[in-house]
């Protein structure tokens, strides 16, 4: 099976920040994994992301790294930047094409 649990074994193994992301799976859909992921001992933090989250759990490893490295924090605040910029220019466009109905 898909081992929901190995984050939880290394968080209880490590002073380091863990991150779990829990997959989707063809039982429950991921259910199963996320609830494996976030219910830790008090003591044993996972920081746990959406189920087939991994693009934000590196984002989330990224600021932490960032916490330490300015150049970093600046590049997370440019590409937040240009993701927001790409929705709002999405948006007037189907704002656009909906004013043809």
Same mark, same amino acid.
């Given at each position: 099976g898909m081992p929901a649990a190995l984050a939880g074994v290394l968080a209880a193994h490590t002073t380091l920040p863990v991150i779990g992301?829990?997959?989707k799976s063809a039982v429950l859909e991921g259910t199963d994994a996320l609830?494996?992921?976030v219910m830790m001992?008090? #003591?044993i933090p996972v920081a746990t992301v959406? @189920?087939?989250g991994s693009k934000n759990a590196a984002y989330l490893a990224a600021e932490i790294i960032a916490? #330490?490295?300015p150049e970093l924090s600046e590049k @997370?605040?440019?590409d937040r930047k240009a993701q927001s910029e790409a929705v709002l220019k999405k948006d007037a466009s189907l704002a656009e094409?909906?004013?043809e109905f």
């Open positions: 992301v829990p997959l609830l494996a992921t001992p008090s #003591g959406a @189920i087939d916490l #330490g490295d @997370i605040k440019a094409r909906l004013k």
